[in-house]
C-alpha cells in the first residue's frame, strides 16, 4: 500500500496548485481524480473553455459590426461556424489539462485516478470501474469543487434544460435561449450565443444583474448587453421549466405575483454552484456538512478532524478559482510550518463578457451600510484615447477611497481588458496604497490603465485631468 506525506482529493485550480506546493516543500505527494483527465471543472467544463468560447464568438462579432469601419471589407456572407468553434474549444482544453499532467510529472507527484473516499483519516480507498485500492496518508486536502445547482421545478435534463456544462456543447445555434440567473455563468455564456443570432432572455429573482457587485456595474454591464439584444426580466420567482420536445417553456411569478411564461429552444439554469462532497466518505471520519453540502475549517483551513484540510468550492466564500489557488498554496505552506496569509478582501472578481467587469474590495453599498466615509473618483473609457482607437469605449474605472486616511478601500471596473487592469488595484490595495499614491504613479500613454490613473486623481480632490 502506498504511503503519503499528503493526498489532495481533487485536481482542479485549488487541488493541483495545492499538491505541487506541498511537492516543492518536500512532501511526498498523490493527488487523486474521479475523471480522467485533470484540471477538474475550471479547465475541463469552466473558466477555460467558457473564456475560450467567448473569444471565439467576440471575434465573430466584430467581422460582422465592426471591420468595416476599421476599413476591412469582407466580400460576401461571414457566418458563424458553431461546430468549429467548439472543436478549438476542445483543443485549448486538451491542451491546458495536458499542461497540468505535465506539471504532475515534473513535480513527481502521484495520480489516481478515481473517486477517493475516506476510510478512516489516514486512508482513503479509490474506487474505478469496478476496483478498488487503498494508499495511506498523514495529512489530507480536500478540494473537490462544486457542481451546478438549480431549485426545485428547474432541474436539468442535459437536453433543452442545461447547465453550463452542455451548453459548452451544443449542436445548434438557438433561435431563442432562456438564462435563468443574471449572474456571471449566465451572462458569459448567454452573450457567446446573443453574438452568434440568439435572442436571449434573462430571468432573475434580484432586481439587477451581477447582485454581488457594484450596483454601477450591473447597471453599465446591462446597458452594453441590451444593445446586443438581450432581454432582461427583473423580480421574477421561476416556479417550473418545462421541456415540451422541441421547446422549453419557463413559468414565473413577476414582481407583481401575476404568473408568466417564456419558450425558447433552451433553457440555461445558472443559479450558482454548490459543493461537491457526496460519496467522500466523510461520516467515516466524522466530518458534517452544511446544507449547501460545504465543509467547516477553521482560520488554518483544517476541518475538526486534525489533519484533514479543505479549500476552494467546498467550504465557504467566493466560488472561484484564483481563491482555491491561494488556499491551495496556504495550506501546503501551513503544513511545512510556514505562516502564510490570505486576504479574503483582496480576492478580485471578474466577469468575461465584453465589456469585462472586474473588481476588487468593497462596493459602494458595503461602505454606506457600513457607515464609513468615503469619497468616490470616477473616470470614464471613452475620454482615453486608447479606447477610441479601439472602439471599445464603454465603461468606467471607479475608486473608493477613505475620506479621511485616502486609503484605497475598493476598486470597480468595466471595460476593454479590466480582467488584467484589476491586478494592478489588487497589487496597491496589498501595499495598503492611498488614491494619491495610484494618482502619482506613471502609466503607459496611450493605454487602458491610464483610466485607472485618472479614477485614482477624481478621487484626489476631484482632480482628474483628462475629463
Not at 63 to 87: C, R, S, W, Y
Request: charged letters at 25%; hydrophobic letters at 40%.
Amino acid at each position: 500500500m502506498s504511503k503519503y506525506d499528503v493526498v489532495v482529493i481533487g485536481s482542479g485550480p485549488g487541488g493541483y496548485v495545492a499538491a505541487i506546493r506541498c511537492a516543492q516543500l518536500g512532501m511526498k505527494t498523490a493527488i487523486i481524480e474521479k475523471y480522467d483527465t485533470l484540471g477538474g471543472t475550471c479547465l475541463n467544463v469552466g473558466c477555460i473553455p467558457s473564456k475560450a468560447m467567448l473569444d471565439s464568438s467576440h471575434h465573430y462579432h466584430e467581422a460582422t459590426h465592426n471591420f468595416t469601419k476599421h476599413g476591412i471589407d469582407i466580400k460576401g456572407t461571414v457566418n458563424p461556424n458553431l461546430e468549429q468553434m467548439i472543436a478549438r474549444k476542445a483543443e485549448v482544453v486538451s491542451q491546458t489539462c495536458s499542461g497540468i499532467d505535465f506539471l504532475m510529472d515534473k513535480n513527481k507527484i502521484d495520480v489516481h485516478h478515481g473517486m477517493g473516499s475516506f476510510v478512516d483519516k489516514n486512508t482513503i480507498k479509490i474506487s474505478k470501474d469496478g476496483k478498488e485500492t487503498t494508499i495511506q496518508t498523514d495529512k489530507t486536502i480536500i478540494a473537490t469543487g462544486s457542481k451546478p445547482n438549480y431549485f426545485p421545478g428547474m432541474e436539468p435534463d442535459k437536453k433543452r434544460i442545461i447547465t453550463s456544462t452542455e451548453a459548452l456543447e451544443l449542436k445548434e445555434i438557438p433561435k431563442k435561449m432562456i438564462v435563468i440567473g443574471g449572474g456571471v455563468i449566465g451572462l458569459e455564456l448567454g452573450q457567446v450565443y446573443a453574438r452568434l443570432g440568439t435572442e436571449v432572455s434573462v430571468v432573475e429573482f434580484m432586481d439587477s444583474i451581477i447582485p454581488t457587485m457594484d450596483k454601477a456595474l450591473g447597471k453599465d454591464l446591462m446597458r452594453a448587453l441590451k444593445k446586443e439584444g438581450f432581454k432582461f426580466n427583473f423580480n421574477h420567482k421561476v416556479k417550473s421549466v418545462v421541456n415540451k420536445g422541441k421547446s422549453v417553456v419557463v413559468t414565473a411569478d413577476d414582481k407583481k405575483g401575476n404568473e408568466v411564461t417564456f419558450e425558447g429552444d433552451y433553457c440555461l439554469v445558472s443559479v450558482g454552484r454548490k459543493a461537491y462532497t457526496e460519496g467522500l466518505g466523510l461520516k467515516n471520519v466524522g466530518i458534517p456538512t452544511d446544507d449547501r453540502g460545504r465543509v467547516e475549517v477553521d482560520a488554518h483551513l483544517q476541518t475538526n478532524v486534525p489533519g484533514i484540510y479543505a479549500i476552494g468550492d467546498v467550504i465557504k466564500g467566493a466560488m472561484l478559482a484564483h481563491k482555491a489557488e491561494e488556499e491551495g498554496v496556504f495550506v501546503a505552506e501551513t503544513m511545512a510550518g510556514q505562516k502564510p496569509h490570505i486576504n479574503y478582501n483582496l480576492i478580485p472578481g471578474v466577469v468575461y463578457t465584453w465589456p469585462e467587469v472586474a473588481a476588487v474590495g468593497q462596493t459602494e453599498e458595503q461602505l454606506k451600510e457600513a457607515g464609513i466615509e468615503y469619497k468616490a473618483g470616477q473616470f470614464p473609457m471613452k475620454a482615453l484615447g486608447r479606447a477610441r482607437a479601439s472602439m471599445d469605449t464603454a465603461g468606467f474605472v471607479k475608486i473608493l477611497a477613505d475620506k479621511e486616511t485616502d486609503e484605497v478601500l475598493g476598486v470597480h471596473m468595466i471595460g476593454p481588458r479590466v480582467a488584467d487592469l484589476i491586478a494592478e488595484a489588487v497589487v496597491a490595495m496589498e501595499y495598503r496604497a492611498s488614491a494619491e499614491d495610484i494618482a502619482r504613479f506613471s502609466h503607459a500613454h496611450p493605454t487602458y490603465a491610464e483610466a485607472v490613473k485618472e479614477a485614482a486623481l477624481a478621487a484626489t480632490e476631484d482632480r482628474a485631468i483628462h475629463v
